[in-house]
């Protein structure tokens, strides 16, 4: 099926949805006196007045053949888009009474181009937003924890006091893990917001003269289609990335604590005999190889997760050591549940990871190809040009 049937697919639904709203007569009657509606097919056509083309422009960006538009007017563009009720969808008219140098066609390209590239950005702010917001999750996670242990080991002692020290630092580990949510989940992106309202509200922008006459006219549907969106493989891999670099980050993180805290325990221990000195030196040795491979794990992870090039091969070496490694912890823990419910859900973020790193890698080899295919043709153009 073509990208055009689906379009007028997913048009022929939202505007079943549409119809099925009760809409504010009121309201409507209120838009009425400043756009211009149809209300049978709900569309609101949205006429804006410019005296000059520059007002649209940006003027930061200087550029001898193309304009792009310029963010502010953007804005508040879609603050506009906002105030009309959500059945309805919106058709744009900019009339400018004097074009300068511009030419209508370039203003419209400048238009998608502001358009598209807010998407790129918001793609991008959303995988910083989501590397930030892990981070924290795992700062709340060791808080918490070392509140936990300190709790049993009494290091606050057990004094009103000591729980007034308890209440502080579980506090903040709490803390932490709600700016986690607020940030992942509960803050919207203005770049989101934007780009998702022109893109499924606006159907089409034309650019008209001084006399009402259309000089230009597009259906923005059309140059959506065009966006390289992220598809769900590849969102998939992005997310696998994700979730498993923090699971080794925290794994590794409250590894290392437990290491410590057991360390501390062990010497506390009076009577020790050498053997059992060498053997659980040997464990904590074991016990920060692991550490170190989780952390390694987790770096490499988050690394190619916000498009840093780690080599494959080293990612696979660290993958097949840590398999090993997990294995035979698996056939050692075998009496102990815990520790085997441990071992299964380090088997299992490994999984992930590998899942995530072998679809990325794929992808990223057919971006390349495709990326020197469009570089080769561009090069063929130009010198046919230049003969």
């Given at each position: 099926?073509?990208?055009?049937?689906?379009?007028?697919?997913?048009e022929?639904?939202?505007?079943?949805?549409?119809?099925?709203?009760?809409?504010?007569?009121?309201?409507?009657?209120?838009?009425?006196?400043?756009?211009?509606?149809?209300?049978?097919?709900?569309?609101?056509?949205?006429?804006l007045h410019?005296?000059?083309?520059?007002?649209l422009?940006?003027?930061?960006?200087?550029?001898?053949?193309?304009?792009?538009?310029?963010?502010?007017?953007?804005?508040?563009?879609?603050?506009?888009?906002?105030?009309v009720p959500a059945?309805?969808?919106?058709?744009?008219?900019?009339?400018i009474d004097?074009?300068?140098?511009?030419?209508?066609?370039?203003?419209?390209?400048?238009?998608?181009?502001?358009?598209?590239?807010?998407?790129?950005?918001?793609?991008?702010?959303?995988?910083?937003?989501?590397?930030r917001?892990?981070?924290?999750?795992?700062?709340?996670l060791?808080?918490?924890?070392?509140?936990?242990?300190?709790?049993?080991?009494?290091w606050?002692?057990?004094?009103?006091?000591?729980?007034?020290?308890?209440?502080?630092?579980?506090?903040?580990?709490?803390?932490?893990?709600?700016?986690?949510?607020?940030?992942?989940?509960?803050?919207?992106?203005?770049?989101?917001?934007?780009?998702?309202l022109?893109?499924?509200?606006?159907?089409?922008?034309?650019f008209?003269?001084?006399?009402?006459?259309?000089?230009?006219?597009?259906?923005?549907?059309?140059?959506?289609?065009?966006?390289?969106?992220?598809?769900?493989?590849?969102?998939?891999?992005?997310?696998?990335?994700?979730?498993?670099?923090?699971?080794?980050?925290?794994?590794?993180?409250?590894?290392?604590?437990?290491?410590?805290?057991?360390l501390?325990?062990?010497?506390?221990?009076?009577?020790?005999?050498?053997?059992?000195?060498?053997?659980?030196?040997?464990?904590?040795?074991?016990?920060?190889?692991?550490?170190?491979?989780?952390?390694?794990?987790?770096y490499?992870?988050?690394?190619?997760?916000?498009?840093?090039?780690?080599?494959?091969?080293?990612?696979?070496?660290?993958?097949?050591?840590?398999?090993?490694?997990?294995?035979?912890?698996?056939?050692?823990?075998?009496?102990d549940s815990?520790?085997v419910i441990?071992?299964?859900?380090?088997?299992?973020?490994?999984?992930?990871?590998?899942?995530?790193?072998?679809?990325?890698?794929?992808?990223?080899?057919?971006?390349?190809?495709?990326?020197?295919?469009?570089?080769?043709?561009?090069?063929?153009?130009?010198e046919?040009k230049?003969?």
């Amino acid at each position: 099926m073509s990208e055009e049937k689906k379009q007028i697919k997913i048009e022929k639904k939202e505007r079943k949805k549409r119809n099925r709203i009760i809409v504010n007569k009121r309201e409507i009657e209120l838009l009425n006196k400043y756009y211009e509606i149809d209300n049978e097919n709900r569309i609101v056509t949205m006429p804006l007045h410019y005296e000059k083309a520059s007002d649209l422009v940006n003027d930061k960006i200087i550029s001898k053949d193309n304009y792009l538009f310029d963010y502010d007017e953007l804005t508040s563009i879609n603050e506009m888009i906002k105030r009309v009720p959500a059945m309805y969808r919106i058709n744009i008219d900019i009339q400018i009474d004097d074009y300068e140098d511009y030419e209508p066609e370039k203003l419209i390209a400048g238009f998608n181009d502001a358009l598209e590239l807010n998407q790129y950005n918001y793609q991008r702010e959303n995988k910083w937003k989501f590397l930030r917001a892990g981070i924290l999750l795992i700062v709340g996670l060791t808080v918490l924890f070392l509140v936990a242990y300190a709790k049993l080991n009494k290091w606050f002692g057990t004094s009103d006091e000591a729980d007034v020290y308890s209440e502080i630092f579980d506090i903040i580990g709490w803390v932490f893990i709600w700016e986690t949510v607020t940030i992942a989940f509960l803050t919207p992106s203005e770049l989101g917001v934007s780009s998702l309202l022109f893109r499924v509200r606006v159907g089409r922008i034309r650019f008209k003269d001084i006399d009402d006459k259309v000089l230009v006219e597009e259906v923005l549907a059309s140059q959506t289609m065009k966006w390289e969106n992220e598809r769900r493989i590849e969102q998939m891999s992005k997310w696998s990335l994700l979730l498993s670099g923090i699971a080794f980050v925290a794994m590794g993180v409250l590894g290392l604590v437990t290491t410590i805290t057991s360390l501390y325990e062990f010497f506390t221990v009076p009577d020790k005999t050498s053997t059992m000195v060498v053997s659980y030196l040997l464990i904590i040795v074991l016990d920060l190889i692991l550490i170190l491979l989780q952390a390694l794990g987790g770096y490499c992870a988050l690394a190619r997760y916000i498009g840093k090039r780690i080599l494959p091969k080293f990612s696979f070496v660290f993958s097949g050591i840590m398999l090993i490694l997990i294995v035979v912890s698996i056939i050692l823990a075998i009496g102990d549940s815990r520790a085997v419910i441990k071992s299964l859900f380090d088997l299992a973020v490994l999984l992930l990871y590998l899942f995530g790193l072998i679809s990325n890698i794929v992808i990223s080899k057919r971006k390349q190809s495709l990326n020197d295919l469009i570089s080769s043709e561009t090069t063929d153009i130009k010198e046919e040009k230049t003969e």
